[in-house]
Each structure stands twice: as structure tokens, then as C-alpha cells.
């Protein structure tokens, strides 16, 4: 959940671009489908994957069931990520991918349809 706290507009003039959210928490993929896999770190190198890649496509050290990643990226906010040191092993949530559901480039393993 992110909290964020609503500006009073008659106080301060809206800066632009600037996003005006409403008072309270935000819910992130409220209502949409999850998966939950153990992800072990079987290399000897930190491994850091970001919010929107393609989960089953992420580096081989990482040791999952990656068809149930097939199509699905991590459930985290947009522009985060989540660290695997060496030898690591945590359990993450996955959602899926939306929007047209074609996946090209990362590890190429796709480049197309799902």
C-alpha cells in the first residue's frame, strides 16, 4: 500500500505534471489475480529485477518454476525492484502482464504472443 497526502489546491498553485491524488491509501492491482513462487539465488552474484520484467525470462541463476512466470511480472510498484544476494531464497508475488499480452526482447525467449 503507498500512502500519500493531498495538497490543499487553495494553497499551492499545481506544479505541471504534477499528479493530485486523493487523500488515503492506494490499494496497488487491487482485485487482479496473483501467483506466489520461491525464487532461490543458486549464483554467486547479486541478482536485482525490476517491477515490469518479464519473470520468466529473468537471469537462469535465479531458480523458480518459471512456467507458472510465464507471462507475469513481479507485484511491486512501478520503477522498484527486488534483490537476490548469493544464496538468497524468498517468496514473491507475480501478477500478469496486461495490455496487448506480447512480450518482446528481455532474454528474447518469447517475442510474441503469449
Known amino acids: 500500500m503507498l500512502t500519500q497526502r493531498r495538497k490543499d489546491a487553495k494553497?499551492?498553485?499545481?506544479?505541471?505534471?504534477?499528479?493530485?491524488?486523493?487523500?488515503?491509501?492506494?490499494?496497488?492491482?487491487?482485485?487482479?489475480?496473483?501467483?506466489?513462487?520461491?525464487?532461490?539465488?543458486?549464483?554467486?552474484?547479486?541478482?536485482?529485477?525490476?517491477?515490469?520484467?518479464?519473470?520468466?525470462?529473468?537471469?537462469?541463476?535465479?531458480?523458480?518454476?518459471?512456467e507458472k512466470a510465464r507471462g507475469m511480472r513481479l507485484d511491486i510498484?512501478?520503477?522498484t525492484a527486488v534483490r537476490f544476494e548469493p544464496g538468497d531464497e524468498k517468496e514473491i508475488t507475480l501478477i500478469h502482464l496486461v495490455g496487448k499480452r506480447q512480450i518482446y526482447g528481455f532474454n528474447n525467449k518469447i517475442d510474441g504472443n503469449l
Open 11 to 66: 494553497e499551492e498553485i499545481m506544479i505541471p505534471g504534477e499528479i493530485i491524488t486523493p487523500a488515503g491509501e492506494i490499494e496497488l492491482n487491487l482485485g487482479r489475480p496473483t501467483t506466489k513462487l520461491i525464487v532461490a539465488n543458486t549464483g554467486d552474484r547479486p541478482i536485482q529485477i525490476g517491477s515490469h520484467f518479464h519473470f520468466y525470462e529473468v537471469n537462469t541463476a535465479l531458480h523458480f518454476d518459471r
Open 77 to 79: 510498484p512501478a520503477g
